[in-house]
């Protein structure tokens, strides 16, 4: 398990955003289309796969595509991304 990283809300590990957050973060998605992070810089990653959607955490390596951290998939799948939010304060 891990926690949403939004709300803190425990999910299963393969999402860091709970399906609540989620719905309200779909409109701070960002193509990658439209624009790419900075290199290096940790962000949350969204892509489909034959099992649904997957968000997790990644880095944008510039031409070399992503990683991901806590999974293994190909570095040219993510088809959208957004910036990691602050850390709570309390
Ligand atoms: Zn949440």
Same mark, same amino acid.
């Given at each position: 398990?891990?926690?949403?990283?939004?709300?803190?809300?425990?999910?299963?590990?393969?999402?860091?955003? @709970?399906? /609540?957050?989620?719905?309200?973060?779909?409109?701070?998605?960002?193509?990658?289309? +439209?624009?790419?992070?900075?290199?290096? %810089?940790?962000?949350?990653?969204?892509?489909?796969?034959?099992?649904?959607?997957?968000? @997790?955490? /990644?880095?944008?390596?510039?031409?070399?595509?992503?990683?991901?951290?806590?999974? +293994?998939?190909?570095?040219?799948?993510? %088809?959208?991304?957004?910036?990691?939010?602050?850390?709570?304060?309390?």
């Amino acid at each position: 398990m891990a926690s949403c990283k939004f709300c803190g809300k425990q999910e299963p590990v393969m999402y860091c955003v @709970c399906a /609540g957050c989620m719905d309200k973060l779909r409109p701070q998605w960002i193509s990658v289309k +439209e624009r790419t992070p900075k290199p290096a %810089t940790k962000v949350i990653v969204y892509w489909e796969n034959s099992g649904g959607p997957v968000i @997790c955490e /990644g880095y944008y390596m510039g031409e070399d595509g992503w990683s991901y951290v806590g999974w +293994e998939a190909p570095r040219f799948i993510v %088809t959208h991304w957004m910036p990691l939010p602050s850390p709570p304060e309390d």
